[in-house]
């Protein structure tokens, strides 16, 4: 292992060097692979790497690896001529933040060479199109040499370019299909100040060739700036872009729209979109894309009762920067009326003209939290004790009031940008959402919680074995009712929370929705 000169930056050649480092790292290690031929955009991810801290808040060990990797150049490809410049690489690595760089040669990563080498090969549905059409052995020689590194490096975190959008999605799916220990984070695309994406091949561009180039983010810019015309067909969008490319002296690979997480062809923007291009500019091949979006992310977090999907869904809501739609909140304060007008909760005839003229009120606090109000009473409190969620299930179950709360929640949402939590939010209100998650957790934890909260607000707590019973009981009857069941949508991802801090629950609802929603798109409240 030798020490980078001048710089506090450790160089590891070999695999003997990478071991003996990362055994003395008592650190979160942070990882972020290249192809070397640093530039910016690696940059800010060396910066983001050392930026991020885990559950801990311990400084994070970040390591860069350096490695033009043979497997994914095609014959005919630019492997031979592939910028190559460690010293620079090196410098660039210390100067953003990096503790060590890893540089093997290729007998390091492939000791028996490629005759002898487990290769990796991903889903064809997410590498037969874009650019695994035009290099069809691309993404196996890329999730091959990846899953070799990350083997050896053994990181918590792994860092990704949102540039390569395509080598993302698929590599986020392998990890996930290998079970590997680690998250991904997604990093923004960065740009050159004439709007070319970060790459090292922007380097062998000419003066002429880069104006030429410069047709590619324009063009882009200009099919968003069509989106919000009102033009959403993928055939318009995608032909007149290649028009302004061709016009420009470019060579086309492809212009497509496509589903930005499972890769497959739109007809038109619906939600969020990827317009993904790539194009030949001289020697150079270069890979840009849009995200478009017909209206803002929402997100969509069903559950069962009692399984803290108001607490860590406001927190998520504050961290991504969406607005919190608390639905369960709307059915409690139209219970808490019922029950104030000496209805009978039942009765679904005695419910339903109680309805008319209803003036239902969700707000920000001073404090940012969520205040609830109806017919001009302050309900935030109230519609949290015994009594009413002793009801609440009963309202709930009525044709009547789901059809104008549901009415009034999609009303909230037709412009997007929220996240909402209910027991049906995700099969009946937002069936669209970019993200569903089903937060749940076991009965007996649900009772814990219960008894803590009740405490916390100071009513009398039952015992537990009780509020089990309670809540398996509410559990059938929500489960059960002929109205928008309880029940896990069909694309929506399960989420047992048993045993899980709310941080931690926090990030993984975080998580799932940057495998659907790119920073890019929607960039984070708070920068991270």
């Known amino acids: 292992m030798l020490a980078a000169a001048a710089l506090s930056l450790d160089l590891l050649e070999t695999c003997q060097d990478l ?45 860069l ?64 199109g874009l650019c695994g059409r035009h290099r069809p052995q691309h993404f196996e020689g890329v999730a091959t040499v990846v899953i070799r590194l990350l083997t050896l490096v053994r990181p918590d975190l792994l860092l990704l370019g949102e540039k390569d959008w395509q080598q ?12 590997l220990p680690l998250r991904i984070q997604g990093c923004p695309t960065v740009r050159e100040a004439d709007g070319l994406a970060c790459s090292s091949r922007n380097r062998r561009l000419s003066p002429s060739q880069r104006q030429q180039a410069a047709a590619l983010p324009a063009g882009l810019a ?47 923007v619906q939600g969020l979109a990827l317009l993904a291009t790539a194009v030949h ?42 607005v919190y739609l608390d639905t369960g909140a709307m059915y409690r304060a139209l219970t808490w009326w019922v029950l104030r007008q000496g209805a009978d909760p039942a009765d679904a005839a005695a419910v339903e003209p109680l309805l008319l003229g209803l003036d ?20 935030t409190e109230a519609i949290r004790s015994p009594e009413v969620t002793a009801q609440v299930s009963l309202v709930a179950a009525h044709g009547c ?25 995700g099969t009946a209100v937002f069936p669209d959402a970019e993200l569903k998650v089903f937060l749940t957790a076991t009965a007996a934890e649900r009772a814990r919680r219960r008894a803590q909260d009740l405490e916390s607000r100071g009513f009398a707590v039952p015992p537990l074995v009780e509020l089990e019973a309670q809540i398996t009981a509410r559990d059938q009857q929500d489960s059960s009712r002929e109205v928008a069941p309880l029940c896990q949508a069909a694309d929506a991802v399960e989420l047992v ?14 998580d799932l929705f940057r495998e659907r929603v790119p920073e890019e798109a929607w960039p984070a409240a708070n920068g991270v």
């Open 360 to 379: 239902l009120q969700l707000s920000a606090g001073g404090a940012g939290e969520q205040l609830v109000s109806i017919n001009g009473f302050d309900v």
């Open 401 to 425: 009031v789901r059809q104008a709360l549901t009415a009034q929640q999609q009303a909230m949402g037709l412009k997007g940008g929220l996240v909402a939590e209910g027991r049906d939010i």
């Open 19 to 63: 071991a003996a480092w990362r055994q003395q790292q008592q650190a979160p290690l942070h990882f972020v692979p290249t192809m070397g031929s640093l530039h910016e955009g690696h940059q800010q991810l060396i910066r983001r790497a050392a930026a991020l801290r885990q559950g801990s808040g311990q400084p994070p060990s970040v390591l």
């Open 497 to 510: 929370t048993d045993g899980m801090a709310i941080e931690a629950v926090i990030q993984a609802l975080v």
């Open 65 to 128: 690896s350096v490695f033009v990797n043979p497997l994914q150049f095609g014959p005919g490809e630019d492997l031979e001529s592939y910028p190559r410049n460690l010293r620079s690489d090196i410098d660039l690595a210390a100067a953003a933040g990096a503790t060590a760089l890893f540089a093997p040669n290729v007998a390091e990563i492939y000791p028996r060479g490629e005759a002898g080498l487990t290769r990796v090969v991903p889903p064809l549905l997410l590498r037969q």
């Open 281 to 322: 500019c001289g020697s150079s091949r270069l890979i840009d894309h849009c995200f478009l979006m017909s209206r803002l992310p929402i997100v969509a977090i069903d559950g069962p009762a009692g399984a803290g999907k108001s607490t860590v869904t406001r927190a998520f809501a504050r961290q991504m920067g969406l």
């Open 168 to 179: 993302l999605v698929i590599l986020r799916r392998v990890v996930a299909d290998l079970g």
């Open 222 to 268: 200009a099919a968003a700036a069509q989106l919000r015309g009102g033009l959403s067909q993928a055939p318009a969008l995608t032909s007149q872009l290649a028009q302004q490319l061709e016009a420009a002296g470019l060579r086309v690979d492809y212009v497509e729209l496509v589903a930005p997480h499972s890769l497959e062809p739109l007809q038109q």
